[in-house]
């Protein structure tokens, strides 16, 4: 049985910073791409970032790379968004994700965990 949990969200204050983690269980991590989405209240799921299973190549968002950073540690069966200048349009439930190809396209990842929220306070 695969899980993907996520931990990290909280509320913090426009300009703070927030380290997401994602622990995976049930799959060869190694074996995946992982990958951060978000989704606000009323509003499409939305790509965040995406990285391959090396570690050794990563996807952005449109304006997403400037302030957002995935990393991953295989060893640990772990992917990491630092989130960085918070603002208050970032306010989302933040979702980690697992599939073979790093996309943007919801429908192409295998499975997906429960999501923490994350609140920027202006």
């Known amino acids: 049985q695969v899980q993907l949990v996520e931990s990290g969200g909280g509320l913090v204050q426009a300009g703070g910073s927030l380290r997401l983690s994602c622990v995976a269980s049930?799959?060869?991590?190694?074996?995946?791409?992982m990958a951060w989405f978000r989704q606000a209240p009323g509003k499409e799921r939305e790509f965040v970032a995406a990285?391959?299973?090396?570690?050794?190549?990563?996807y952005y968002g449109d304006s997403m790379k400037a302030r957002f950073t995935i990393s991953r540690d295989n060893a640990e069966n772990t992917v990491y968004l630092q989130a960085n200048s918070l603002k208050a349009p970032d306010t989302a439930v933040y979702y980690c994700?697992?599939?073979?190809?790093?996309?943007?396209?919801?429908?192409?990842?295998?499975?997906w965990g429960q999501g923490t929220q994350v609140t920027v306070s202006s």
């Open positions: 994700a697992a599939g073979r190809l790093a996309t943007e396209r919801v429908t192409e990842y295998d499975y």
């Open positions: 049930g799959l060869r991590f190694s074996d995946y791409v």
């Open positions: 990285i391959t299973w090396s570690g050794s190549s990563t």
